[in-house]
């Protein structure tokens, strides 16, 4: 496997009592409209300060799952199951967008892909950091807000954050907006952080730079923290565990670096042989999961990968149960069993 991809600087864990209350807790969680499921079973927990993985490629289901967590569904689409923050004393799935709305920003927050579409393009940044402490009350009046909004641009290590926050977001550059975006995220000590591939479009040094920055941000606050990307060195550099997503289901969990060098699952190995630069197949490429990923609601029944896996036979018509081995899961019938 190729060596940019590099266990965690902790253990698995680390600095997490086992008898931690989970700051998250997802249970079964289903998402889709009357005729179409698009999420289905999906269930974990995240601690007070752990940082876990979500991968996959696009369509799997990851961006979906941060929505419903957040109870940000467009309307023809409905949640079942139970999400619920420690925090928290009511439960996600159903929970009024009244009650939501205490939560978002406060409890649990986000930070999403793209700033530009995050960002009201006509507030000033200082006004927007300031409003989500203003409504959820974190500060007394607007004048302290906005002093609090620029400590918190200088806390994301923005040059001169008194001139950031007069500024309007077209002023900033990609890598200055997504700081602002998580100078918003963090402004609430938020017990839990969602990032939706909040690197994808900075170049390498910048996405270093912000990488730090969550990490930073998260452990000063003891915040757990849900990171979902389909860069495997990121997330490798990122977080302790690792959840891979395929049609809707997790198909396989785990700490990462057991994930990464023995995974159980064939889409697992297929994602990893896939960012792997240095090896190649007998014809000199670079090796591929074969086939594309199939639109909502064309995956096949019992298991989702079956029609792009090497291993798929007749019994993989049945959905495999999701069997748990101490801190690892996953959900085939013929896993792999050579490590990588």
């Not at 999400?83 to 929970?95: H, K, N, P, Q, T």
């Not at 998260?218 to 990307?229: G, H, K, N, Q, Y």
Request: with cysteine; net charge negative; aromatic share 4%.
């Amino acid at each position: 496997m190729n060596n940019q991809i590099a266990g965690p600087s902790t253990p698995p864990g680390a600095g997490i009592p086992d008898a931690a209350e989970p700051a998250l807790r997802v249970r079964d969680l289903r998402v889709g409209t009357d005729n179409l499921d698009l999420i289905t079973d999906v269930s974990f927990t995240l601690a007070p300060g752990e940082r876990v993985g979500l991968i996959g490629e696009s369509g799997s289901g990851k961006s979906l799952t941060a929505l419903a967590l957040l109870g940000l569904l467009p309307e023809e689409v409905k949640a079942s199951g139970s999400i619920r923050l420690s925090e928290v004393g009511f439960d996600v799935v159903g929970a009024s967008e009244r009650q939501m709305s205490k939560v978002r920003g406060d409890r649990m927050a986000m930070v999403f892909q793209e700033p530009m579409t995050a960002l009201n393009p006509v507030m000033q940044v200082g006004d927007q950091v300031a409003e989500i402490m203003l409504l959820h009350r974190r500060q007394p009046d607007r004048r302290a807000a906005r002093r609090a909004a620029v400590e918190m641009l200088a806390k994301v290590r923005l040059p001169d954050p008194e001139g950031a926050a007069r500024a309007y977001p077209h002023q900033l550059s990609g890598g200055q907006r997504q700081r602002v975006v998580l100078a918003i995220a963090l402004a609430n000590d938020p017990a839990v952080l969602l990032c939706d591939e909040p690197t994808t479009a900075l170049d390498v040094t910048v996405q270093a730079h912000m990488l730090d920055l969550i990490l930073t941000g998260v452990a000063e606050r003891d915040s757990a923290l849900l990171f979902i990307t389909h860069d495997l060195a990121v997330v490798a550099t990122v977080c302790e565990r690792v959840l891979v997503m395929y049609g809707g289901r997790i198909v396989e969990s785990g700490p990462i670096d057991e994930v990464f060098t023995r995974p159980r699952h064939p889409y697992t190995r297929g994602l990893l042989d896939a960012s792997d630069m240095d090896a190649v197949d007998g014809r000199g490429r670079l090796h591929t999961i074969p086939g594309t990923v199939p639109a909502a609601g064309r995956f096949p029944d019992g298991c989702v990968f079956r029609n792009r896996c090497a291993h798929a036979t007749q019994q993989c018509v049945q959905v495999p149960p999701l069997e748990h081995k101490g801190a690892r899961a996953h959900a085939c019938w013929h896993p792999v069993e050579e490590p990588t």
